[in-house]
C-alpha cells in the first residue's frame, strides 16, 4: 500500500473537537455532556476571580438546551487584530484563543487551554451568545460550530440596551450524534455549583432546572470552605473541630480546612483555581505528606507516643476519619487532560507541604488538645491494625492455585486485561472466546459482599473477595501485610462484564463499591471499566447487526421495513463464544465504559445512601428519583 503526501488528512477549526470529542472533554457520556455546561459556569467564574463579576444564572431548559449568564466584563467583541473578526467570534471557533495566556487579563484562571468555548461550540448543535457591554447587546449564534449570524460590515450585529449592564450569556443545544445522551444530569450540575460557591464566598449562583418545575435554587456561601467541609461531614460523628490555615510560598497560595471524625473513611478533595480535581494530584500530595510528617514528629519528640524502636504511623492511620479541602490558586496550572482531573505542577508539593508545616505548627501550639487527640487516635489505630492482622491469615491471599481465574498467557501487564463475569456459565463462554494471549478471565459465584461499612477482616472472609485481591497481585490495604502497590498490578484494564438485567447490573454495583472502598487508586488512575453487551441482534443472513439500546432498535425498525430476525439477549450465556468475543471482547468491535470519580463528595455520599445500612435515605433517594429509572419490563 502506498503512503504519500495523499494520505495526510489535516483538520481545520473545530474539526478535532467533533472527530475526537472524548480527547476534550473525557467522554460522550452523561458526564462529558455536564462537562460542557461546567467549561461555560468556569468562565463567568474566572471573570468573578478577576474582580468583575458577582452573580451568576444556569439553568436546565425545556427544550434540552443549557444556559449560562454572568454580569462580568462581557466577551470582547472589537475586531481582533490579526483574525479580523470579532473577538468574541474568535473565542469561539479558534482553538487555543482566549484571555488566560498572558497574566494581563486573568491573573488566576482555572486553566491555560484556551479550548473551553470553542469545545462547547464545537460539540453543540445550536449556540446562541448574547454579549452586553459599552451600552449594547450583541448577538452572535453557531451551528455545529459554525457561525451563522452575519455581520454587518464585520462587526456583530447589535442593538441599544434600556439598561446599563454587563456580562455575557451563552445558551447550548447539544449534538445528539456526538453524546450518547443529550439529557443534562441536573443533581451534579447543581452540585458542582455549590462546591464553586463554597470556594467563592463574595459569588452567588442561581440555578434552575425548568424541566422539573422548581422553583431556583440561590446559591451563595459566606461560611467559605469551612462550611463546605461541614457539610461534607453532615452526618459524621466529629472528633475535632474546623481547623482552617491558609498560607502563600513562591507564587502559589493555599487554603486548607479539615476536620476529624469517628468514621474511618478518609475524603481529602482538591481544587485548583476553582477547579476540582477528582483524582487529587501534587496540591493533595503535599498535604498529606506534610500533614503526615508533623504529626509523626509530634507524636515521637513532644508526645513520647513513640519510641525508638517504634516506626512512624502510616498517613492513613494520621488522616483516617479525616474530612479535609484543599484549594489552591497557581498563576500557570498544569493539569493531566482536558478536563483537569489532577493537579501535576510538581512545585505545589512542597509549597504546600510548608504551608502545612508552618500554619498548623502555630495552630497545635495554640490548640494542644487537638493535637494530642489527632496523635492518640492514629497511634490506636495503628495498634488495632496489627491486632486485626494478626487475626487475618495473608498467607492465604497467594497469587498461586486461584483455581477459578483462567490466566492470559502474557505477563506484560500494558497490554493484559482481565474480566470479571457472573457465573460458571458466562465465565465458560468468556474462557473459549477470549484472546488468550491477554485476556483473563475471573467468574464469580453469585454476589460478592457488599463491603461498605464492613469491618476489614469480615470482608476478607469473603471467598470472592479473596480471588479478585489475588487476581489483581496489588495487594489492598496499607497496613494489613499486603499492602496496596498499584506497579504490581497485573492488568492494565479490570473489566466488569456482566448480564444487561437487574442482578447483573446489582453485581455491578457490588463490585463498583468494592473497588470504590478498597481500590480507589485502580479507579482514579483508569484501570476500572464496564463492558456493554448488546441488547439485540438483527438482521438476516450475512447482514447481521447488534444493537445496545432500545433507541438503537427504534431507529433500525425505521430504516428496515422488511421483516427481519430478532434475537433479545437477556444474559451473556444466551450467547456462543464467537458472538460473545465479537460483540463484548474483541478491544476493535466492544463498547467499555470507564469508570471514574467526578465528584468525590457525590461519589461518597451515594455510596453511603445507596449501599449503607440506612434504610431511611435509601428509601428517599429511589422515590426522588424514580422518575429518572429505565424499565426493563
Do not use: W
Not at 502497590?485 to 447490573?505: E, F, Q, R
Amino acid at each position: 500500500m502506498s503512503y504519500s503526501a495523499k494520505n495526510i488528512e489535516v483538520l481545520k477549526g473545530l474539526e478535532p473537537v467533533r472527530l475526537r470529542p472524548g480527547m476534550y472533554i473525557g467522554n460522550t457520556g452523561r458526564s462529558g455532556l455536564n462537562h460542557l455546561v461546567q467549561e461555560l459556569i468556569d468562565n463567568s467564574v474566572d471573570e468573578h476571580l478577576a474582580g468583575y463579576c458577582k452573580n451568576i444564572y444556569v439553568s436546565i431548559n425545556e427544550d434540552g438546551s443549557a444556559t449560562v449568564s454572568d454580569d462580568g466584563r462581557g466577551v470582547p467583541v472589537d475586531i481582533h487584530a490579526t483574525e479580523g473578526i470579532p473577538a468574541e467570534r474568535v473565542v469561539y471557533t479558534v482553538l487555543h484563543a482566549g484571555g488566560k495566556f498572558n497574566g494581563n487579563t486573568y491573573k488566576i484562571s482555572g486553566g491555560l487551554h484556551g479550548v473551553g468555548s470553542a469545545v462547547v461550540n464545537a460539540l453543540s448543535k445550536k449556540l446562541i451568545v448574547d454579549v452586553a457591554r459599552d451600552g449594547y447587546l450583541y448577538h452572535d449564534s453557531y451551528e455545529y460550530g459554525n457561525p451563522t449570524t452575519e455581520l454587518i460590515d464585520g462587526n456583530l450585529p447589535k442593538e441599544k440596551l434600556k439598561t446599563r449592564r454587563t456580562g455575557t450569556t451563552v445558551t447550548l443545544y447539544p449534538d445528539e450524534s456526538i453524546f450518547e445522551t443529550v439529557k443534562f444530569k441536573a443533581d451534579a450540575i447543581r452540585q458542582r455549583i455549590k462546591e464553586t460557591c463554597y470556594l467563592n464566598p463574595e459569588l452567588t449562583i442561581t440555578f434552575e432546572n425548568k424541566r422539573d418545575g422548581k422553583e431556583p435554587i440561590v446559591f451563595h456561601q459566606p461560611g467559605g470552605l469551612s462550611a463546605f467541609v461541614e457539610d461534607i461531614s453532615e452526618g459524621l460523628t466529629r472528633t475535632s473541630p474546623v481547623v482552617a490555615i491558609s498560607g502563600e510560598k513562591d507564587g502559589i497560595s493555599a487554603d486548607i480546612v479539615f476536620l476529624m471524625t469517628e468514621d474511618g473513611e478518609e475524603n481529602i478533595i482538591g481544587f485548583t483555581n476553582n477547579i476540582t480535581n477528582p483524582e487529587g494530584g501534587t496540591h493533595v500530595t503535599g498535604f498529606k505528606t506534610g500533614f503526615a510528617k508533623l504529626i509523626n514528629n509530634y507524636a515521637r519528640n513532644e508526645l513520647g507516643l513513640l519510641k525508638d524502636k517504634d516506626s512512624n504511623l502510616s498517613g492513613a492511620d494520621i488522616r483516617s476519619g479525616m474530612q479535609a479541602i484543599i484549594s489552591v490558586k497557581h498563576p500557570d496550572p498544569q493539569f493531566e487532560g482536558q478536563t483537569k482531573t489532577k493537579l501535576s505542577n510538581t512545585d505545589v508539593t512542597k509549597s504546600v507541604d510548608d504551608i502545612v508545616k508552618e500554619q498548623l505548627t502555630v495552630y497545635f501550639d495554640r490548640n494542644y488538645e487537638v493535637l494530642k487527640d489527632i496523635c492518640d487516635r492514629a497511634v490506636a489505630l495503628s495498634k488495632k491494625k496489627a491486632m486485626d492482622k494478626s487475626k487475618i491469615n495473608i498467607s492465604k491471599f497467594s497469587f498461586e492455585g486461584n483455581g477459578k481465574l483462567a490466566k492470559q498467557e502474557s505477563n506484560d501487564a500494558e497490554k493484559c486485561e482481565i474480566f470479571i463475569v457472573e457465573g460458571d456459565s458466562a465465565g465458560g463462554s468468556a474462557k473459549t472466546a477470549r484472546n488468550r494471549k491477554y485476556q483473563a478471565i475471573l467468574p464469580l459465584r453469585g454476589k460478592i459482599l457488599n463491603v461498605e461499612k464492613k469491618p476489614v477482616a469480615k470482608v476478607l472472609e469473603n471467598a470472592e473477595i479473596k480471588a479478585l485481591i489475588n487476581a489483581f497481585g496489588c495487594g489492598f490495604l496499607q497496613g494489613y501485610g499486603n499492602d496496596f502497590d498499584i506497579s504490581k498490578l497485573n492488568y492494565n484494564k479490570i473489566i466488569i462484564m456482566t448480564d444487561a438485567d437487574v442482578d447483573g447490573a446489582h453485581i455491578a454495583t457490588l463490585l463498583l463499591t468494592f473497588f470504590y472502598r478498597f481500590f480507589p487508586d485502580l479507579i482514579r488512575e483508569g484501570h476500572i471499566y464496564i463492558a456493554i453487551p448488546p441488547l439485540y441482534r438483527v438482521g438476516e443472513g450475512k447482514n447481521i447487526k447488534y444493537l445496545y439500546s432500545d433507541d438503537e432498535l427504534a431507529k433500525y425498525r425505521k430504516t428496515h421495513q422488511n421483516k427481519f430476525m430478532i434475537q433479545r439477549y437477556k444474559g451473556l450465556g444466551e450467547m456462543d463464544a464467537d458472538q460473545l468475543y465479537e460483540t463484548t471482547m474483541d478491544p476493535d468491535n466492544r463498547v467499555l465504559k470507564q469508570v471514574s470519580i467526578n465528584s468525590i463528595v457525590e461519589a461518597n455520599q451515594l455510596t453511603q445512601t445507596l449501599m449503607g445500612t440506612e434504610v431511611a435515605p435509601r428509601r428517599e433517594y429511589i422515590e426522588t428519583h424514580s422518575m429518572d429509572a429505565v424499565l426493563d419490563i
